[in-house]
């Protein structure tokens, strides 16, 4: 059964940081692409970003280029998403998800139950 537990959400000002961690259970974690997907306040649920499963080739939403970085840890079977330079925009409920296969590309078919991540002062 795949589980993917993420942690690291919570309350930040404007400008500051935040790395979120899921840790993934259930699957062979080192032959699946993983991805962040998040959720605002009366928004859809949106992809935020994907790597495959070397961590080779990333993807990123443009509202979070150059200011959000995913990182695995294979070994750990845990996936990162370190948040820069944060926006009230990006206040949202952020799921850690897991790939259909070892490339992004071919989207995603599970999600954890997601962290809170509000931006503001």
């Known amino acids: 059964q795949v589980q993917l537990e993420e942690s690291g959400g919570g309350l930040v000002n404007p400008g500051g940081s935040l790395t979120l961690s899921c840790a993934a259970s259930g699957f062979i974690f080192s032959h699946y692409a993983m991805g962040w997907y998040r959720q605002g306040p009366g928004k859809e649920r949106e992809l935020v970003t994907g790597?495959?499963?070397?961590?080779?080739?990333?993807i990123y939403a443009d509202s979070v280029k150059g200011r959000f970085i995913i990182s695995r840890d294979n070994a750990k079977k845990t996936v990162y998403l370190q948040m820069n330079t944060l926006e009230p925009e990006d206040t949202a409920v952020y799921f850690c998800?897991?790939?259909?296969?070892?490339?992004?590309?071919?989207?995603?078919?599970?999600w954890g139950q997601g962290t809170q991540v509000t931006v503001s002062w």
């Open positions: 998800s897991r790939g259909f296969s070892s490339d992004y590309l071919r989207g995603f078919v599970s």
């Open positions: 790597m495959d499963s070397t961590g080779n080739r990333k």
